[in-house]
């Protein structure tokens, strides 16, 4: 399968298998939200973004430990189905960062900071903070070669920005944060859409910058 792991509405969820960890992808909703269910061989998981759909959302997760239902930032796309899917997995915790929390519709169990490293049963993930787009955005980092992204970075630009001044936090925190970290194979998997990776986006970084989206 080509990199950009490429499901829609009315497709099937495309399973992406990396050493330890799976990651799940399916589309969700009127505006092909990507829900991801991040996972290992034990059973431990993760769901991010319970955007839509809440029923199929619950069955991509079912017979896991669910650990935590995360959410990269508080646009209603992207948490329409968290209060349902939240009462099927009542052991869960809701995390997002500080400023997303606030936000949410269901209580936010803990806040999520940039850099932190964090456990969920024998799953380990890095979250990334990306300024902009939202106040605070989450990336997750998945074995170091796949970054969950939200709506911060897509196939051919960072995500919508409400100013010029925004815009210019979220290029720069994308550029210092990923492009410069991670190396050209690393998978870049956004909230909406087909995945991508680091070396087809890094040219393009000047014409981003200049076009100002």
Not at 31 to 51: F, H, K, R, T
């Amino acid at each position: 399968m080509s990199m950009t792991y490429h499901t829609g509405a009315g497709l099937p969820p495309v399973t992406i298998d990396l050493d330890d960890t799976r990651i799940v992808k399916m589309s969700v909703g009127s505006m092909d939200n990507n829900v991801y269910l991040i996972e290992n061989n034990l059973g431990d998981a993760v769901i991010v973004d319970a955007a839509a759909e809440p029923e199929r959302v619950a069955e991509l997760a079912a017979g896991k430990t669910v650990h935590a239902i995360i959410t990269t930032h508080e646009h209603h796309d992207h948490i329409g189905a968290l209060e349902t899917v939240h009462h099927v997995f009542p052991e869960a915790e809701i995390l997002a960062t500080k400023e997303t929390g606030a936000a949410l519709p269901v209580e936010a169990t803990d806040s999520l900071k940039h850099g932190e490293i964090r456990s969920f049963g024998d799953l380990e993930l890095e979250f990334i903070v990306l300024r902009g787009h939202t106040p605070a955005g989450l990336a997750i980092v998945v074995e170091g070669s796949h970054i969950l992204t939200g709506d911060s970075l897509f196939p051919g630009g960072v995500g919508k920005t409400p100013s010029e001044q925004a815009f210019f936090l979220l290029f720069n925190d994308v550029r210092d944060r990923l492009f410069e970290r991670f190396d050209n194979d690393t998978i870049i998997h956004p909230g909406h859409g087909d995945s991508t990776t680091l070396g087809d986006e890094r040219p393009k970084l000047t014409e981003w910058e200049g076009r100002r989206w």
